[in-house]
């Protein structure tokens, strides 16, 4: 098991790697040039959509979660994502909807 | 003592020093490993979380107040921060692959240059905050705001007070990310001393892997730094 895991990797990630590098910075520079153009509300959007697509592939390819062998990692960090979007999202609804403020 | 331990090996099977005698396999262990790093990273994501959370209730309430302190950063040193540690994150990637195929060399070059972007990251967010001294912008007896125009309201002037709420999240948060990246250059610092000895092998180099783990979070805690706090209203 572990022998097939290794060879499966041994197909040398390195491309790979440098290819999700290189579309980091390039989302960077897009981050950065986006935010000085009039977008209105966008603007937000585009940045932590941005934001939302780069720490994607870090965790994925960067921390092999896509490649991770034992499936219980997938859950920690389903878990930890679901709990932290469950206090961002809920306060926010509150804040966020409350017309007086 | 040695002899006995050699003579006493159950079934003749190898046994790799390093292999705990609870686990299965070296594979097993490694996944062991690497699922208590990411339990711990959890507890990281709601650490950084409740600090997300507070900036984005006090964003929603002083929007105009946060626009116009953010516009205060410097973008430019912000952006350059982010790609120190995207390439950061490339030489920690490089060099989990080197321990798993027994590279020494490219190993050790890969933890050196992380030190050096870590370190780099450190010293461009140390001028940052200088600007920020020299401003008057640090939360405190000598913060000072004043008569700093709205963007895109030339006409209204930002809140000191409200100001100095962004101030107070922007050094607690990037400080605290700064405080990670310190332990991070400790932690390397560890893995390159062990490095050097020659103690990981692709059969264990666990300490390589998960202290990659926590230096990739930490990347993506500034991933998510970089937009919130140096470009919520930008353009002119």
């Known amino acids: ?101 | 003592m040695p002899d006995s331990t050699v003579i006493g090996l159950h079934h003749e099977e190898e046994h790799h020093p390093e292999l705990l005698h609870h686990f299965a396999d070296a594979q097993q262990q490694r996944d062991s490993a690497s699922l208590g790093m990411w339990v711990f990273l959890a507890t990281e994501v709601m650490f950084f979380g409740g600090l997300f959370c507070a900036y984005l209730v006090y964003r929603h309430w002083y929007f105009p107040d946060f626009a116009a302190a953010s516009k205060s950063i410097d973008a430019t040193l912000g952006a350059t921060n982010t790609a120190v540690l995207i390439c950061s994150s490339l030489t920690v990637v490089l060099a989990v692959w080197a321990a798993q195929t027994a590279r020494r060399t490219l190993l050790i070059v890969s933890l050196i240059l992380t030190m050096l972007l870590g370190m780099a990251f450190l010293g461009i967010k140390g001028i940052e905050y200088r600007e920020k001294f020299v401003e008057h912008h640090v939360p405190g007896a000598s913060f000072s705001f004043d008569k700093v125009q709205v963007p895109g309201h030339p006409d209204q002037y930002a809140n000191p007070h409200h100001a100095q709420i962004f101030f107070s999240l922007y050094f607690v948060m990037t400080g605290l990310h700064a405080l990670h990246m310190i332990i991070g250059l400790g932690i390397f610092l560890w893995l390159l001393i062990m490095a050097w000895k020659g103690r990981f092998t692709p059969e264990w180099h666990t300490p390589v892997e998960i202290g990659g783990l926590y230096w990739h979070f930490v990347d993506i805690v500034w991933i998510y730094l970089f937009p919130l706090l140096y470009l919520i209203d930008r353009h002119p």
């Open chain 1, 1 to 101: 098991m572990s022998e097939h895991s290794n060879s499966a990797h041994a197909k040398s990630p390195l491309k790979m790697y440098f290819g999700i590098w290189a579309t980091l910075l390039i989302f960077t520079y897009i981050t950065y040039k986006a935010a000085f153009i009039e977008l209105g509300s966008f603007n937000a959007a585009v940045a932590l959509g941005i934001a939302t697509l780069k720490a994607t592939l870090v965790a994925l390819f960067f921390m092999h979660v896509w490649h991770a062998s034992e499936k219980l990692t997938k859950l920690v960090v389903i878990a930890a994502l679901f709990f932290l979007l469950l206090l961002l999202g809920l306060t926010m609804t509150d804040y966020a909807t409350r017309p007086w403020s």
